[in-house]
Nanobody, 126 residues
């Protein structure tokens, strides 16, 4: 089993930045595609960004392109989401996810992920 723990959420003003971290345990990190998702109460969980197990090759939601950067440090078993130029619409619970699929695949659908963190709240105030 893989365990994931998110950290780095909090309250930030519009235009500010936060860096989320997701530390994993379990199998070889390079074999796990990972992603960040966010969810607002009453809405579907949506993809924010995804990254290949190798740590190269990414996908971003159109709403965050140019503002967010996903990265993965397999030597530290950690994935990051750098969030810049934050907007109130970014307010949500952010979840990290992992899927054992080898180093070369992107996984962009929430239902295709089997391992999830507990979530961290990000609140952007005006």
């Amino acid at each position: 089993q893989v365990q994931l723990v998110e950290s780095g959420g909090g309250l930030v003003q519009t235009g500010g930045s936060l860096r989320l971290s997701c530390t994993t345990s379990g199998r070889t990190s390079s074999d796990y595609a990972m992603g960040w998702f966010r969810q607002v109460s009453g809405q579907e969980r949506e993809l924010v960004a995804a990254i290949r197990g190798s740590g190269t090759g990414t996908r971003y939601a159109d709403t965050v392109k140019g503002r967010f950067t996903i990265s993965k440090d397999n030597s530290k078993n950690t994935m990051y989401l750098q969030m810049n130029s934050l907007k109130p619409e970014d307010t949500a619970v952010y979840y990290c996810a992992a899927e054992f699929t080898g180093p070369f695949r992107l996984v962009v659908t929430a239902d295709d992920y089997h391992y999830w963190g507990q979530g961290t709240q990000v609140t952007v105030s005006s």
